[in-house]
């Protein structure tokens, strides 16, 4: 069955601190996207990045960068130099062709930047 | 940027009350979702569509129905609101009909309060 596990319920880091978000998943397609969302306090989910099964570099976009590891059925997520804005909620999903195409979400992870 | 629309962004009302809780986008987009979500915490598919005409229940059962008569509008009903229904409502969109690729996009939310 196809499940999402973020294990980090919470994470407190001061600002400048590197952070990690992890991400683990389950499916048996061959086929499949994984997708990070970042709820701010507003409470508007913003797509940040979609990866596909088949492509396996890691991604960077400023601060952020992504980690895919097929073998380990992870997609982990950094922030590299956190700053206060960066405090949200932070959720990995993953979707399948053969799921009906409909999302499965994480329980997402609670990040809190300090000044 | 999407533009996908929800009405009213907080709604508080009493016991007993019928209530429609509007969505709409712009996009074209074929796919439409209606999440319930306690702030911060996981997300539950309730709803979704893959086109006019068809609805679908999701992954959480909910006494709301829903309707797609148009293209961009996905209206969530309750009948009869119980202090249970208090919550997020989030509304989403994504294109199809090409699969799981494609990323979705999220309404600002509705909050639900009810007395």
């Known amino acids: 069955a196809q499940k999402v596990t973020q294990a980090q319920t919470e994470i407190s880091v001061v600002e400048k601190e590197d952070v990690t978000l992890d991400c683990v998943y389950e499916t048996r397609d061959t086929t499949y996207y994984l997708f990070w969302y970042k709820q701010p306090p507003s409470g508007e989910l913003v797509f940040l990045i979609r990866r596909n099964s088949f492509d396996e570099q890691n991604e960077i976009s400023g601060r952020y960068s992504w980690n895919f590891q097929k073998s380990t059925s992870s997609f982990n997520f950094t922030i590299t130099a956190s700053q206060v804005v960066d405090s949200a909620v932070y959720f990995c999903?993953?979707?399948?062709?053969?799921?009906?195409?409909?999302?499965?979400f994480g329980p997402g992870t609670r990040l809190s930047v300090l000044p | 940027e999407a533009d996908i629309y929800q009405t009213p962004r907080y709604l508080v009302i009493g016991t007993g009350k019928k209530i429609t809780l509007e969505c709409s986008q712009t996009m074209g987009h074929d796919k439409m979702y209606w999440y319930q979500q306690d702030p911060g915490m996981e997300l539950h598919l309730i709803h979704y569509s893959y086109g006019v005409n068809s609805t679908e229940k999701g992954d959480l059962s909910s006494e709301s129905t829903v309707s797609r008569i148009r293209t961009e509008h996905f209206p969530l009903t309750l009948e009869s609101a119980r202090p249970s229904h208090t919550s997020q409502y989030l509304c989403?969109?994504?294109?199809?009909?090409?699969?799981?690729?494609?990323?979705?996009?999220f309404g600002p939310g509705t909050r639900l309060t009810v007395l």
């Open positions: 999903a993953l979707s399948e062709d053969n799921y009906g195409q409909n999302f499965v």
């Open positions: 989403a969109s994504s294109a199809g009909p090409s699969g799981a690729y494609n990323e979705q996009f």
